[in-house]
């Protein structure tokens, strides 16, 4: 058998295992609610992170029109506003553990700076600080799901300029003198690959802000989408579990205010594209942790008008209120605005969802059947031209950089 024969062997083995998972899963998809704080005089909340295990979200509820407070939701027990960090705070939640005992984010006491602060077990912790520092501040922006590790960022000086760092076990790291190719100005999410954790965020060169990647505590830029400028703020937002593959935005040479993009090592930058109609924008905010789905928003050349969107290498960009109507979910009325967060098997997500008059936005859990993935030709029906398809993704799949969304989807690994 010849080596390419071996590896479509191999690739078509992992494919008829995507298929029997697929047949297994349940088939209709779910949207639901997750309310708001008690006696509210502002009923608003905001879904930041969902678990990878799918079972507990957190973000933000508001108490009043000034006034946020961090929750944890777990269908058990619904939502829950946790314990205030600080004498009349303002708290949010920005990632979880996967059985939630640990929740990550950031407390504001009033008139006092933004603290980086733990929910152990349902009680807050201030992070600790580096030493020396005479005016600590910043923020935890994401946990392992087995809530060992966290990172985030540190102001030590008290000033705009922030810092990378990891807590491992309660102990505080400096990452901003790692090496690398550009500055590291801190994480925004960290992948459950090994130790040291690959980690996604943001560094700086003379440019500006860069997307990078810390590998084994190195750090690189993942370079921009083929044709755009170079210019742009970029931003890393999420990372799959094992670190090969990256969901952010950055400049584009077709899309005005940026484009939603994946990233991986034989690929480099990929343009995930937008949703026709008067788009200006596309922004990836969330990364399943397989690495399959990708999710975030698009914004019309309205202000302010924003719409969710999941994202996958066969059915490309979709809003989510479409992919919910064609299965005849009823959300009463209620549009997805964004995607913030999905699981590691790409089923469930959170994220912000508005009301018809687009006055109150709630945080939301959506459910959706893993998509079948022997479904090459996306039409619904797995055929002998699913297989044609196949062969053919994978042949144009040995280029990844010519042909990145085909390598995308023959991956299937993926490794």
């Known amino acids: 058998m010849s080596p390419a024969m071996r ?5 078509l083995l992992a494919l008829g295992a995507a298929v029997a998972a697929s047949a297994s899963a349940h088939a209709q998809p779910t949207f639901e609610l997750l309310g708001v704080a008690p006696q509210t005089t502002y009923p608003a909340s905001r879904g930041y992170a969902i678990s990878s295990n799918g079972r507990i979200i957190v973000g933000i509820a508001f108490t009043a029109s000034d006034q946020i407070r961090a929750f944890r939701w777990a269908r058990e027990v619904g939502l829950k506003l946790l314990p205030q960090a600080g004498d009349r705070s303002l708290d949010s939640a920005y990632g979880a553990s996967d059985d939630g005992a640990v929740v990550v984010g950031y407390a504001s006491p009033i008139n006092a700076r933004v603290i980086p602060v733990a929910w152990v077990h349902g009680k807050p912790t201030i992070l600790p600080t580096l030493p020396g520092a005479p005016h600590p501040g910043g923020t935890a922006g ?10 985030g960022s540190l102001r030590p000086n008290g000033g705009s300029s922030a810092i990378g760092v990891r807590w491992r076990d309660g102990k505080v790291e400096d990452l901003s003198g790692l090496p690398g190719d550009v500055t590291f100005r801190g994480p925004s999410a960290i992948a459950e690959d090994e130790h040291p954790a690959t980690l996604a ?3 700086w060169d003379a440019v500006g802000q860069r997307a990078v990647r810390v590998y084994r505590d190195r750090v690189s830029q993942l370079g921009d989408i083929p044709g755009a400028p170079h210019g742009m ?3 890393a937002r999420d990372i799959g579990d094992d670190g090969r593959r990256i969901a952010g935005r950055s400049s584009s040479a077709t899309v005005r205010s940026g ?3 994946l990233w991986s090592a034989p690929t480099g930058m990929v343009g995930l594209g937008t949703i026709p109609s008067v788009i200006m924008l596309s922004s990836a905010e969330a990364i399943s942790g397989d690495g399959r789905v990708v999710g975030g928003l698009t914004g019309a050349d309205q202000l302010y008008v924003y719409r969710g969107f999941i994202w996958d290498p066969v059915h490309r960009m979709r809003h ?3 992919v919910l109507d064609a299965h005849g979910v009823d959300r009463q009325g209620w549009s997805i605005e964004e995607v913030n967060s999905i699981s590691r098997d790409g089923t469930a997500m959170t994220g912000t969802a508005l009301n018809a008059a687009r006055t109150r936005g709630e945080a939301f859990l959506v459910t959706l059947p893993p998509w079948c993935w022997a479904d090459c030709t996306g039409d619904d029906v797995v055929d002998f031209s699913d297989l044609l398809c196949f062969l053919n993704r994978f042949e144009r799949a040995q280029d990844p950089r010519a042909n990145p969304i085909d390598f995308f989807y023959c991956d299937v690994a993926p490794d």
């Open 142 to 151: 994401d946990v392992t799901s087995d809530g060992r590790t966290i990172v």
């Open 7 to 11: 590896h479509a062997t191999h690739h």
């Open 320 to 322: 989510l209120d479409a």
């Open 201 to 203: 965020g943001a560094g």
């Open 233 to 235: 703020e970029q931003m």
């Open 259 to 261: 484009e939603a993009y």
